[in-house]
């Protein structure tokens, strides 16, 4: 991952090649599985790749899948939640035992 991010710091690197940098790290971020963690990574890669040049083709293509991927952000969120209530409620019932 840092091959990607590491030259983003250099002003050598045009914008063009900076969103394309960004939207590497995006798709190999969401290659190395889904997760709540590697979902923020991945909506803040392609955020900062949109916000580099908004009105650049790729831009519009960072914000399709931000879209498609803050609703899977929703959903791993969503069990995340649950399970820690079951895993509540079930260490509750066993300290109630």
């Not at 969401?30 to 040049?53: P, R």
């Not at 803050?70 to 969503?78: D, N, P, S, T, V």
Request: glycine residues 6%.
């Amino acid at each position: 991952m840092e091959a990607y991010l590491e030259p983003l710091k250099s002003n050598f690197l045009s914008v063009e090649e900076k969103q394309r940098s960004y939207f590497a790290a995006a798709y190999i971020t969401g290659n190395n599985g889904q997760s709540v963690e590697n979902s923020k990574k991945i909506i803040g890669y392609l955020n900062a790749a949109k916000d580099l040049d908004p009105d650049s083709p790729l831009a519009e293509r960072c914000r399709l899948l931000l879209e498609r991927q803050e609703r899977i952000l929703a959903g791993q969120e969503e069990t995340a939640a649950k399970k820690a209530a079951e895993d509540s409620e079930t260490a509750a019932e066993g300290a109630a035992e």
